[in-house]
């Protein structure tokens, strides 16, 4: 292991990390709507939090200034996996220095700081902060910078890392350790020139959303943190009710905000190199993949069972700012109110993209659905985005190769001699070590997960749950949809982490737990299991 060349690089990411948080100071200025008398608190933690950032990484890459500048495999799994551990951590200080509340009276402490902060780097979304619209709470530049680590984290620290310096051939190394899932479009340009691709379209999202947004009546601020957390599938809002806050303010125009969203969460759970097919005017490529037809078909397919089901079991009779709207309706028997089926398909959809694609924004709160819809809810969150998106799960194409690969075995059962290749989109697929490196993803998955469960159930105690109106008796469940929200970089989950809930009130070992959590879902298990490795630190 290069040792010195490991501390030059994370060196360099603690410097980023530390530049980036510049971009949040502008928002406790009275010129950009800030109220000084509470955000100077968290200015001051915002410059503190950045000295410190530049402190540590002049301090790493003081002691690797020998390194060499060859970078192998397993230096470059060192690299990101540790870069994502001390970005938790680097993250997490301005929430610490400036004071930050989770809860009137209650300040965040270290580990509910790197939750937060490895919850808006992973693109999971979960929070512990129970009050985000006071800024006496939660100051508005804070409030900016987590939406920031959402804009940092969706694409990767890294390929933003190899944008700004290249790296030359060990860029490719390292954005190879980063890249989520099995990409069937690896691109054979230079990396670098790979990363400005992808960088340029991440940004281009970015600021064609956050335009829309404006045009739509939404802030400056609320627009920017908005798309942040649409764009990177990370799901943090500025306000306690997320997107639903919005079909409840005067003059604007809910539905339409809600749609638009819907529209770019979709695109960025869709594969970027195939959003650069179409940019470069090759289409067929995009419609061609049998991931983003599969992708489709999937919400298409969900949405129609959600909506349908919801219909009949009145799940959106009472449902978003309609709630507010069927309440107060002269003598209106809130029982026999039959909305129109486009009401449910716009609540459906969004709720159904939010989490096919690990967003996990919300306007309704889909905890109070009925039972099935709510399993099959539970279950889109193992399915995830493509690979090469910015969302998080298991990604459609594992499920599409696991689902090959098991007709296969079936079929071999009864055909010991017939010989099948596997095939995507009526094209073999020649990497065989592919197949069994998605068997072995499937299995880790579900070994980490039940591992999770039981540790989540063993160490939360019961007055979690009694002590905040919640019948004990759902734990096993409510532990379940925790682990799986924050495994598959979620956010919200069923029960005690609806929609409408968040995960302050669990104990410290579940948060830590929850933090490790997010951090192997976004990069996909082997970065981060590797790091517990005696063998891998050892000099061959």
């Known amino acids: 292991m290069n040792k010195p060349l490991l501390c030059k690089l994370l060196g360099l990411v603690a410097m980023l990390i530390g530049g980036s948080m510049a971009f949040s100071l502008p928002w406790a200025l009275p010129v950009f709507g800030g109220d000084w008398q509470h955000e100077q608190e968290g200015f001051i933690g915002l410059i503190g939090s950045m000295i410190i950032c530049f402190a540590v990484g002049t301090g790493l890459r003081y002691l690797g200034r020998n390194g060499s500048s060859q970078l192998f495999r397993k230096e470059a799994m060192a690299v990101v996996g540790l870069s994502w551990v001390l970005a938790t951590v680097l993250g997490g200080l301005p929430y610490r220095l400036s004071g930050t509340y989770r809860a009137a009276g209650v300040r965040m402490n270290s580990v509910d700081a790197m939750f937060e902060s490895q919850s808006g780097f992973s693109t999971t979304g979960a929070t512990v902060l129970n009050e985000l619209e006071d800024p006496a709470l939660v100051p508005r530049c804070i409030l900016f910078w987590r939406s920031s680590t959402h804009f940092l984290g969706g694409l990767g620290i890294i390929v933003l890392f190899v944008v700004i310096l290249g790296q030359g051939s060990a860029g490719k190394a390292l954005m190879r350790a980063e890249m989520p899932g099995p990409s069937h479009h690896s691109p054979q340009a230079r990396m670098q020139h790979t990363a400005w691709v992808l960088f340029l379209i991440y940004v281009g999202l970015n600021a064609t959303l956050t335009g829309l947004l404006l045009v739509e009546g939404l802030s400056l601020f609320d627009a920017l943190c908005h798309a942040f957390g649409t764009m990177a599938t990370g799901g943090f809002s500025t306000y306690n009710a997320s997107v639903a806050h919005f079909a409840t303010v005067p003059g604007l125009n809910g539905p339409l905000i809600e749609m638009t969203i819907v529209a770019f969460m979709f695109l960025a759970g869709t594969n970027f190199m195939l959003l650069y097919l179409v940019l470069i005017l090759k289409p067929r490529g995009l419609l061609d993949d049998i991931e983003w037809r599969t992708y489709t078909a999937v919400i298409v397919v969900v949405t129609a069972m959600i909506v349908a089901f919801g219909l009949y079991h009145h799940d959106f009779d009472q449902c978003g700012a309609d709630r507010d709207v069927i309440a107060v309706a002269d003598g209106a028997d809130q029982t026999d109110y039959s909305p129109p089926v486009g009401n449910a398909v716009r609540y459906g959809l969004f709720q159904v993209v939010s989490l096919m694609t690990t967003t996990g924004y919300c306007t309704d709160d889909f905890n109070q659905y009925n039972s099935f819809a709510r399993g099959v809810l539970l279950l889109?969150?193992?399915?995830?985005?493509?690979?090469?998106?910015?969302?998080?799960?298991?990604?459609?194409?594992?499920?599409?190769?696991?689902?090959?690969?098991?007709?296969?075995?079936?079929?071999?059962?009864?055909?010991?001699?017939?010989?099948?290749?596997?095939?995507?989109?009526?094209?073999?697929?020649?990497?065989?070590?592919?197949?069994?490196?998605?068997?072995?993803?499937?299995?880790?998955?579900?070994?980490?997960?039940?591992?999770?469960?039981?540790?989540?159930?063993?160490?939360?105690?019961?007055?979690?749950?009694?002590?905040?109106?919640?019948?004990?008796?759902?734990?096993?469940?409510?532990?379940?949809?925790?682990?799986?929200?924050?495994?598959?970089?979620?956010?919200?989950?069923?029960?005690?982490?609806?929609?409408?809930?968040?995960?302050?009130?669990?104990?410290?070992?579940?948060?830590?737990?929850?933090?490790?959590?997010?951090?192997?879902?976004?990069?996909?298990?082997?970065?981060?299991?590797?790091?517990?490795?005696?063998?891998?630190?050892?000099?061959?």
């Open 380 to 540: 889109l969150m193992f399915v995830g985005g493509c690979a090469g998106s910015t969302g998080g799960g298991l990604k459609v194409i594992r499920h599409i190769l696991f689902c090959k690969t098991l007709w296969l075995e079936v079929e071999q059962a009864f055909h010991p001699s017939v010989v099948r290749p596997l095939r995507l989109g009526g094209k073999p697929v020649e990497d065989q070590e592919l197949r069994k490196n998605v068997l072995v993803y499937f299995g880790l998955i579900l070994a980490i997960f039940t591992i999770s469960w039981m540790l989540t159930i063993t160490l939360e105690p019961n007055s979690t749950w009694t002590d905040h109106g919640h019948a004990v008796e759902h734990k096993l469940l409510d532990a379940a949809t925790c682990v799986t929200a924050t495994l598959n970089n979620i956010g919200p989950g069923l029960g005690i982490v609806g929609a409408t809930k968040n995960y302050s009130n669990f104990s410290p070992a579940s948060k830590i737990l929850f933090t490790w959590l997010m951090m192997i879902g976004r990069l996909e298990i082997f970065v981060i299991l590797v790091l517990f490795v005696p063998g891998f630190w050892r000099n061959q």
